[in-house]
């Protein structure tokens, strides 16, 4: 059967320092940041790296120091000082805004273009109206004529 997650205790495997190692400084637990200061001040006291410390400055972690990138996802800064502030730079537009404004803008043109009746469809709405236009003239022309009909029988059956 299988014993879980630990498979033992881990305190067999614990080193503990005796108390002379710690005062010689030669313990077997992992050197920390304080040991590591104290010796870079010890270093500079002694005059030895004190040009290396310039060239690490200079150098930086991978390849920052020789290629210059405009990183894109790079979180910019949304406060900005008033004194600090372009009043003559326009700001930039997102793509979403961009496109959005060009989609108004396109849709303000084809209405544009659909009352000046340029468009097929502006074309064949006009073309269905005037047909509707004839088609009720006609009715009413067949209507008045029916009419006057009936009334000419209607006054010859009186004579």
Partial sequence: MGRGKFKGKPTGRRNFSTPEEM???TSARPRTFKQEQAED???DESGEEEESEEE???????????IETANPNLVRPKNLKAKD???DKTPELSRREREEIEKQ??????????EQG????ARKRLER???????????????????????LKKAEARK
């Fill in 41 to 43: 001040e010890v270093r």
């Fill in 105 to 114: 803008k396109a849709h303000e043109r084809y209405m544009r273009l659909q």
């Fill in 23 to 25: 005062i010689a400084g």
């Fill in 56 to 66: 690490e400055i200079e150098r930086s972690k991978g390849t920052q120091g020789i």
């Fill in 129 to 151: 109206l005037n047909l509707i236009r004839q088609q009720r003239a006609e009715a009413a022309k067949k209507r008045e004529e029916e009419k006057a009909a009936k009334e």
């Fill in 85 to 87: 502030a372009d009043l």
């Fill in 118 to 121: 340029k468009t097929e469809q």
